[in-house]
């Protein structure tokens, strides 16, 4: 392995990897990537896999819509295929509150150029007719949102990182880092010591962890999710978008001539775990019935369970640290690391570079917190 690095990036899921790739291809050398298991095995295997930017934060919005402009050419940079499906978003709204909290979320997204509209109860069962109307009072659509697959993401990026002359690192643990004064000197980690003046942590859950080895308080707590593949559903229509009842944070997408569906649990709570259980599932069912209930006739034929980074304020941290030289940090996501992934990889890389990002990421630092000034998202599912 490396025993020098210009940079050391913490964790080989999209972030990680998007981060890797923009270092190399901007010319950045000896980038290398550490991830104690396989590429994508923690959080980013267990996705979703939707992509969007129907956000009501403008940073939100502006990272998402970014990264949609990355998915899109995918296939010609880094070159591989993710199975992007650009079948839309569309949020299910049932209360006065939610309709008029989309509908200036939409404004914004307009302003800012993504085509998200706001539509009637009718128009929402025939882009998802699935659903039920019962009680529906609106809902809002973007066409150019939709789903694609984690793990393609990652190894694209992955290859994409190695072909700029990224040293990607498997099966390596950090186990610590060490620092002089107010500066990073190296990585320890169980295959040997790296020195480096730089570390990124994309560590996802574990970010705290990783944060605490150099001092840095990076609040991020991991929250179990779990999602539930069906059997085969027919007619299932080619262009069924992801579809999500705001008010239970139900939602499915198709997966291959299935579907795949989750919502929230309350009953959570913090923890690594990521055994599956069916507590849940009571919940889901009610959902289920209320707003969808042709889905109850559906068989469960898999799933699986995995972790959300949460913040307090379901906000993503993204910037570098003030009271250490040199470690930057992009963590935090509660959900949405995956689909800002690219657009991220490019603000830490100009970051890492002393350049202006396209956006700026400043009121996402982790200092927010301790400024009493949380950056709330509203859009959470």
Do not use: K
């Not at 979320?105 to 699935?130: F, K, T, Y």
């Not at 992955?158 to 620092?179: D, N, P, Q």
């Not at 705001?246 to 499915?252: A, G, K, N, P």
């Not at 898999?302 to 993204?318: Q, S």
């Amino acid at each position: 392995m490396n025993r020098t690095a210009r940079v050391v990036v913490v964790g080989g899921g999209v972030i990680g990897t998007s981060i890797a790739y923009h270092l190399a291809r901007a010319g950045v050398p000896d980038v290398v990537l550490v991830e104690r298991d396989e590429l994508a095995s923690g959080s980013t295997s267990r996705a979703a896999g939707g992509v969007r930017a129907q956000f009501s934060d403008e940073l939100n919005i502006q990272l998402g819509a970014r990264s949609l402009e990355a998915f899109a050419r995918f296939a010609e940079e880094p070159g591989h295929d993710i199975g992007l499906h650009r079948v839309g978003y569309l949020f299910l709204l049932s209360a006065p509150d939610e309709v008029e909290a989309f509908r200036a979320g939409v404004r914004l997204q307009n302003a800012l150029g993504v085509p998200s509209r706001m539509i009637d109860p009718a128009e929402a069962r025939r882009l998802s007719p699935l659903i039920s109307t019962e009680g529906l009072l609106a809902a809002a659509f973007s066409p150019d949102d939709g789903h694609c697959t984690p793990e393609a993401v990652v190894q694209g990026y992955a290859a994409g990182a190695r072909r700029h002359g990224a040293t990607l690192l498997r099966h390596c643990e950090v186990t610590g880092i060490e620092t002089h004064g107010d500066s990073v000197t190296a990585v320890v980690t169980d295959l040997g010591r790296i020195a480096t003046d730089t570390v990124v942590c994309a560590a996802g859950a574990w970010s705290r962890g990783i944060g605490a080895m150099a001092g840095v308080d990076l609040p991020v707590e991991p929250l179990r999710r779990q999602i539930a593949v069906t059997e085969p559903v027919p007619g299932l229509p080619p262009g069924l978008p992801m579809t999500i009842d705001f008010t239970s944070s139900l939602y499915f997408h198709a997966e291959g001539p299935g579907l795949l569906l989750g919502m929230s649990d309350p009953d959570e709570t913090p923890g690594f775990s990521t055994r599956t259980h069916d507590r849940w599932i009571p919940r889901l069912y009610e959902a289920m019935r209320h707003r969808a209930p042709a889905l109850l006739d559906l068989r469960r034929t898999g799933g699986w369970a995995g972790l959300y980074e949460v913040t307090p304020d379901h906000n993503a941290l993204i910037g570098e640290a003030r009271s250490l030289s040199r470690f930057l940090y992009a963590t935090g996501f509660s959900g949405h690391g995956f689909l800002q992934g690219p657009a991220v990889g490019e603000v830490v890389r100009d970051l890492y570079l002393g350049r202006a990002p396209f956006v700026d990421v400043g009121p996402l630092s982790a200092d927010r917190f301790a400024a009493d000034a949380p950056r709330h998202e509203v859009n959470v599912v």
